[in-house]
């Protein structure tokens, strides 16, 4: 057997550390936040990298999209409205900021209910020993009749919902995001996977309409993808269905002769997962485009990004 010896290190080469190439430096340095500071102070006091960078360069982006007349389109999960982020968002509905929003079934349901009721969110484990989960009847009839009606008229879900909430005296259609976007004119869609909503469980549910509305909804939320060059696509907490449903839009979007390539995408999770990763962020930006991954609970990151896109625009 061969037998080894400690390498020598006196010929090792080495050079001056003023001659290296070096990523970080103290210019970059955070800088001490004041008493009084204003918002775009402490904005400019963060460290300038990683993801204080890039939560700056998104919402330079968003910015120069409206003020460019491109669009800024919202996919988000139920976490958002869970949260309580829906006065956030329909802010920049109001705004003309968020130009389209595309959710989850479950959005839908915590929409309906804050709008209805004021609260949401059941504590799953107890209701699932009792068989009681997810079977509040003002949610599964509501909803359902809700959707069948609008349906027949031709709406997709997030229309149907947005009209239903939108036509009735809930005391708080307010805070209301599929109000809003309906009051507004703003395409909402929601995209449904037929036994993963609690609606789906009662009897009002029809799935000839649940699928017809949702495939309404991916076809008009294809046309938004269809507009999407210069503009933003930002990812709310949607860890499969958005991720999934944005990329086949994108792809109908260049089979028909669509230009679409020149865009930014946004994920923001507490967690950074596959899907997203490479539905939202790597594959739709290969050819062009930006793409950044922001990381960290939904109710700091989100309001903090809108406070630097507020400070942008004014």
């Known amino acids: 057997m061969k037998k080894y010896r400690p390498v020598s290190l006196k010929s090792v080469r080495s050079y001056p ?11 970059g340095f955070a800088k001490i936040y004041k008493k009084g500071d204003t918002l775009p102070a402490f904005l400019e006091k963060l460290p300038q990298s990683l993801a204080a960078k890039d939560l700056r360069k998104v919402a330079d982006e968003i910015v120069s999209a409206r003020k460019n007349g491109r669009p800024v389109v919202l996919g988000m999960g139920a976490h958002a409205v869970k949260l309580g982020l829906s006065p956030l968002i329909i802010d920049l509905l109001n705004r003309e900021i968020i130009t389209a929003v595309a959710t989850n079934g479950a959005c839908a349901i915590h929409d309906y209910e804050i709008a209805l009721a004021g609260h ?16 509040a009847r003002e949610t599964g009839r509501g909803l359902n009749q809700a959707i069948n009606k609008g349906v027949k008229k031709g709406l997709g879900i997030g229309g149907a919902v947005g009209e239903a909430i939108s036509g009735r005296r809930f005391r708080h259609r307010d805070k209301s995001i599929f109000a809003a976007a309906h009051d507004i004119g703003v395409p909402v ?19 000839a309409s649940l699928g017809k509305g949702s495939m309404t909804d991916f076809r008009l939320f294809a046309s938004v993808v269809f507009d999407l060059e210069g503009g933003v696509y930002i990812n709310l907490g949607s860890a499969v269905i958005l991720p999934e449903v944005f990329l086949k839009a994108l792809n109908i979007a260049r089979n028909l002769g669509n230009k679409v390539e020149d865009f930014t995408t946004v994920n923001m999770d507490f967690i950074q997962h596959y899907r997203p990763g490479q539905n939202v962020l790597k594959r739709p930006t290969a050819s062009a485009g930006r793409n950044y991954a922001l990381t960290g609970h939904h109710e700091i990151m989100f309001p903090l990004l809108c406070a630097a896109v507020l400070e942008g625009i004014s």
Do not use: N, Q, W, Y
Request: negative net charge; charged residues 25%.
């Open 17 to 27: 550390l003023c001659s290296r190439k070096s990523k970080e430096s103290i210019k």
């Open 120 to 135: 949401t969110s059941e504590d799953v484990g107890p209701e699932l020993c009792k068989g009681t989960f997810g079977m």
């Open 189 to 207: 869609t929601v995209h449904i996977a037929i036994g993963t909503d609690i609606i789906h469980m009662h009897p009002e549910a029809d799935g």
